[in-house]
C-alpha cells in the first residue's frame, strides 16, 4: 500500500454573506486532515481579489499560492451552493485561472442548498465544465439539501449520518486521486 500522503485542497465556492456552505466546508475540511492518508489545505474564494478588468490564466501568476496547490495537487475538493440551478461565477473565476495543472486529477463534489436536492443540479452542472479543465469527478457526491437543518448553531454537524456518507466521500476520492497520481507518474501522457 501507497504511503505517501496525497495532497488535496478543498476550496469554499461562494463569498455570499451569512454563507451556509460554510459549515459544510470547514466540517469536510476537519475529517479531510483526520485522514492519514490526506494532506488537505482550505481555500476559499473570499480570498482571491480577482480583477475586474482581466480574466483566465494570463494572470495565474497572481494568485501563486492557489497555482503552486493545485500544481502540487493529487485531487480536490469543491463545495459549492446551488444558486438557480448552476454555480457562483466566482467559483468559476477561480477555476479559470488555471487549465493544465488540473490535467488528471480527481475532483469530488460537496453540493449545498436551502431545498431539498441538496446541490445535485450544481453538480451536474460543474461536471461538465470541470470535464474541460481536465479534472475527472468522483461518482460519490456528497448533498447537503436543507442545509441549514444539518448544523447546530455551533456549525457542528447535527446530523450524524454524515458521518459515514462523508467517509464513502472520501474514500472515492482517494482512491480516485492515487490511482490517476499513479497514472500521471507512470504512463506517459502529452498533457503532462
Do not use: C
Not at 456549525?155 to 482517494?174: C, Q, V
Request: hydrophobic share 40%; aromatic share 12%.
Amino acid at each position: 500500500m501507497e504511503t505517501k500522503k496525497l495532497f488535496i485542497p478543498i476550496l469554499l465556492g461562494t463569498p455570499r454573506k451569512n454563507r451556509e456552505s460554510e459549515n459544510v466546508a470547514k466540517w469536510v475540511f476537519s475529517k479531510m486532515q483526520e485522514r492519514d492518508e490526506i494532506e488537505a489545505q482550505f481555500f476559499d474564494v473570499r480570498d482571491f481579489d480577482l480583477p475586474r478588468d482581466h480574466y483566465g490564466q494570463e494572470i495565474k501568476d497572481s494568485f501563486p499560492e492557489w497555482r503552486d496547490a493545485i500544481i502540487k495537487a493529487d485531487g480536490l475538493v469543491i463545495v459549492t451552493p446551488e444558486y438557480n440551478h448552476g454555480y457562483p461565477g466566482v467559483l468559476k473565476s477561480v477555476l479559470d485561472l488555471l487549465l493544465k495543472e488540473y490535467i488528471h486529477k480527481a475532483v469530488g463534489f460537496v453540493g449545498v442548498s436551502a431545498q431539498v436536492w441538496g446541490g445535485t443540479r450544481v453538480i451536474e452542472a460543474m461536471v461538465a465544465m470541470v470535464r474541460e479543465l481536465g479534472l475527472t469527478p468522483t461518482f460519490t457526491d456528497l448533498n447537503f439539501p436543507r442545509v441549514g437543518d444539518k448544523f447546530d448553531e455551533d456549525g457542528n454537524i447535527a446530523d450524524k449520518s454524515y458521518e459515514a456518507r462523508l467517509t464513502a466521500f472520501l474514500d472515492e476520492l482517494i482512491w480516485m486521486s492515487r490511482t490517476l497520481r499513479w497514472g500521471r507518474e507512470n504512463l506517459p501522457s502529452k498533457y503532462h
